[in-house]
């Protein structure tokens, strides 16, 4: 498990503040129109997880973005908050060209892929970061009722921001891009090394898909 650690700006001490993982579930959505709203997550290929209706007004109805390890709820009773509140719910990609495709195909109406600032439109440049760098490149698409969300391309991680010690994929072409990536980054090597074949490639190949997802330094 992690560790926490708070350092006392008095005393410059590390202290351990906790000990238990705090993993976000599910994060609640407020929503107008519940048949609606399923309707339209369902359209998008989330994952329905259950749509709970024990009675007395209460439902809940839950789905899961693909690859995701947190579920969006909303429902009747589920949240007291003003329908389409929610702003800016960061969906992270990798690939944003073919994830704003998708979402075009699937019914949302997103923008198009835009850098610079996804928080104001006075700050947003047509098209994709000219180097593809880390979460530089945007598309938002909001539901039915107008909450929005912000779906932002991310290939190589901060430091730190990533468990170093595992390394995991949601889904097969998530997988696929970080082997391409790979295999343009190692072409590279293999040309600043005279172009010679590099037999070692699977290890070469392991190493720069790990640090590219923890954000340490990538090998050359």
């Given at each position: 498990m992690s560790t926490t650690e708070v350092r006392s700006d008095g005393a410059g001490a590390e202290l351990s503040a906790t000990k238990l993982d705090?993993?976000?579930?599910?994060?609640?959505?407020?929503?107008?129109?519940?048949?609606?709203?399923?309707?339209?997550?369902?359209?998008?290929?989330?994952?329905?997880?259950?749509?709970?209706?024990?009675?007395?007004?209460?439902?809940?109805v839950q789905f899961t973005p693909p690859g995701s390890a947190c579920s969006i709820a909303f429902g009747d009773g589920v949240t007291?908050?003003?329908?389409?509140?929610?702003?800016?719910?960061?969906?992270v990609v990798s690939d944003i060209v073919v994830a704003r495709e998708e979402l075009a195909a699937r019914g949302a109406n997103p923008t198009e892929v835009f850098h610079g600032s996804p928080f104001s439109p006075a700050g947003r440049i047509s098209g994709p970061d000219p180097e593809r760098a880390s979460y530089k490149s945007y598309a938002l698409f909001e539901d039915p009722d107008g909450n929005s969300w912000t779906v932002q391309e991310v290939t190589t991680r901060l430091p730190g921001r990533i468990d170093s010690g595992v390394t995991?994929?949601?889904?097969?072409?998530?997988?696929?891009?970080?082997?391409?990536?790979?295999?343009?980054?190692?072409?590279?090597?293999?040309?600043?090394?005279?172009?010679?074949?590099?037999?070692?490639?699977?290890?070469?190949?392991?190493?720069?898909?790990?640090?590219?997802?923890?954000?340490?330094?990538?090998?050359e």
């Open positions: 705090l993993k976000l579930e599910v994060v609640a959505i407020p929503v107008s129109n519940v048949d609606r709203s399923k309707e339209f997550y369902a359209r998008l290929g989330w994952r329905l997880d259950v749509d709970f209706q024990p009675g007395n007004g209460f439902r809940v007291p908050a003003e329908p389409g509140s929610a702003h800016h719910l960061e969906l995991s994929f949601g889904s097969v072409s998530d997988l696929a891009r970080a082997m391409q990536r790979a295999s343009v980054a190692h072409g590279a090597h293999e040309a600043r090394n005279g172009g010679q074949h590099d037999e070692n490639w699977p290890n070469w190949y392991a190493a720069y898909m790990v640090a590219e997802q923890s954000g340490t330094d990538l090998p």
